[in-house]
């Protein structure tokens, strides 16, 4: 076997090579790499075991890190589905794509993104899976996409020629069927960049058949601020998205009165008749098994979060598995080693943290995203990043990969430079804005966060600041807002916050502090 080592060391070194003169846009070697990008919902970091989950088992995302990097600073702008797939198609905050929240906001497609500067500069381009930005895509040689959440089993997709196509399975495995063959069948002359768009792990959590069950023998320990009382923190005390009260017994929990409420709910109606059975087959003795048991209070809450928490990382086996069929199809059809890979969740979420499921919080578990990346020949191979990476950054990062100048307008950085040069130094700040203020009743608000301490402007339905200190707590349960003592952090994270505003031009939140 020595003989290809010396041939695989050369092609390494001019991977790394042809990468460096890319970043200098000099891309005359003509091998540009293709684009692989992985976008889940709603999957936190904590669900994954290359960020320390013991329980999970996510080893396809966990190789793409061990192969590339792991980012454990990546943040999201705007904790929310639309907005921060706009963010990544386009470099730019969601007050200046347009797309704010999920309510009221439509994307206006015939706006730049990276894509059609991809598609400009030679690539083949293409989005499958969920899109969730209610207009068609634009710039994109192929699309087919989940109409708005879709559907976990049986899913239509919404085509390009504008009629409907249902497709009999779970959902993750046909978006990942439509993705091989949409590389089967592309322009191979071309590079290619694919964006694959998954519905899991987005609720209602229902997992492929036959991932149900596979947590069932472990008990999951609370996390320690699983009874927060909210003190000193409005906004938290507000919301509406906790386990106790929030989450639905039939409609998350598949704990269903009888047959006519089970039938009730969207994805089980669409179930033909063996995955009927089988998820009857499982979810009806629970069902059974909880009514024996007559829980009230604190054990019915904590029975939900030990039934959320299967479903959800059952869930996540079901992505995680056709996110190792991606990485075994390039590594089939020879495209591993000039492909870049990146798998990402368009925001994290909570996993019984402060109570709570959903996201939408400036706070830890939803503003950070999981974010791996491998890039071989440019990327060290388990390289961990410490350094503050956005969603923002993903437009640039492709385009510079792809030797393509960013347009000026992005907001975004490369992240190339952090595994490239040794005197990059990355962001010192970070700065996030939500805008939804609808269901589970999250104000809207915005901050900033540094290395060390978060500051946040909380407005509309509560008025309020809160700052912190992560190092001393990590889990934000102390607002030192207003406390003795942490004046002058308040006043130097004011003035970072007030730059930061500035520098994205978000009028919006500099009217709000004037006022
Ligand atoms: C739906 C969910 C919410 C979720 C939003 C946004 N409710 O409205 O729980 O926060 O999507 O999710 S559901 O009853 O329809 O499941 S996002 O992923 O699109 O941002
Ligand atoms: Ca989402």
């Not at 600073?73 to 386009?90: E, W």
């Not at 009999?168 to 993705?179: R, T």
């Not at 998954?198 to 036959?210: C, G, Y």
Request: hydrophobic share 35%; net charge neutral; aromatic share 12%.
């Amino acid at each position: 076997m020595k003989i290809f080592k010396i041939p695989a060391i050369l092609f390494a070194f001019s991977c790394s090579f042809s990468a460096q003169l890319f970043a200098q846009n000099k891309t005359e070697t003509g091998k540009r790499p293709n684009i692989v990008i992985i976008i889940s919902d709603d999957h936190a970091f904590q669900a994954i075991s290359a960020y320390g989950n013991k329980y999970a088992k996510t080893t396809n995302i966990d190789r793409i890190a061990k192969e590339g990097a792991l980012f454990n600073k990546g943040y999201v702008t705007n904790s929310i589905c639309g907005p921060s797939r706009a963010v990544i198609l386009t470099g730019k905050y969601s007050h200046k794509n347009g797309f704010k929240d999920n309510e009221n906001s439509r994307f206006d497609g015939s706006q730049d993104s990276f894509i059609k500067q991809l598609k400009g500069s030679g690539y083949e381009t293409a989005w499958i899976g969920k899109w969730h930005l209610e207009t068609d895509p634009q710039g994109f040689d192929y699309w087919q996409i989940l109409p708005g959440q879709g559907h976990y089993y049986n899913p239509d997709f919404h085509m390009m020629d504008g009629s409907r196509k249902r497709t009999e399975g779970y959902v993750s495995d046909i978006v990942e069927d439509v993705s091989e063959n949409w590389m089967d069948n592309r322009d191979k002359d071309k590079p290619f960049c694919l964006v694959i768009g998954h519905k899991a792990t987005h609720r209602t959590w229902i997992p492929d058949i036959k991932d149900m069950g596979k947590f069932d023998d472990v008990t999951f320990p609370l996390p320690h601020n699983f009874y927060d009382d909210y003190k000193n923190r409005e906004a938290a005390k507000v919301q509406d998205m906790s386990i106790a009260k929030t989450m639905v017994m039939g409609y998350d929990l598949k704990v269903f009165k009888d047959e006519t409420d089970t039938n009730k709910e969207g994805t089980i109606s669409r179930m033909n008749a063996e995955q009927r059975k089988k998820f009857d087959d499982y979810y009806l003795p629970i069902a059974a098994d909880l009514k024996s048991r007559n829980l009230s209070g604190k054990e019915l809450t904590e029975w939900k979060y030990q039934r959320y928490m299967r479903d959800y990382l059952s869930t996540a086996v079901s992505l995680d598995r056709n996110i190792g069929r991606t990485l075994d199809y390039l590594d089939k059809n020879n495209l591993t080693e000039n492909t870049i890979v990146i798998y990402l969740s368009d925001q994290g979420f909570y996993l019984g943290e402060h109570g709570w499921f959903d996201k939408r919080f400036i706070y830890e578990e939803s503003f950070r995203t999981p974010m791996v990346m491998r890039y071989p020949g440019v990327i060290k191979p388990g390289t961990v990043s410490n350094d503050l990476v956005m969603n923002l950054d993903i437009a640039p990062t492709m385009l510079d990969a792809a030797g393509v100048a960013t347009p000026k307008d992005e907001q975004g950085e490369s992240m190339l430079p952090l595994f490239t040069d040794k005197k990059a130094k990355g962001r010192d700040a970070i700065f996030y804005h939500y805008y939804e203020n609808g269901e589970h009743s999250v104000s809207p608000h915005f901050g900033i966060r540094t290395k060390r301490y978060k500051l946040v402007r909380f407005y509309k339905r509560v008025s309020s600041w809160e700052l912190y200190d992560l190092k001393k707590d990590p889990n934000e349960m102390n607002n030192l807002y207003g406390q003795k003592g942490s004046e002058k952090i308040t006043a130097e994270m004011k003035v970072k916050l007030n730059k930061l505003i500035d520098q994205y031009d978000d009028q919006d939140a500099k009217a709000l502090l004037k006022g």
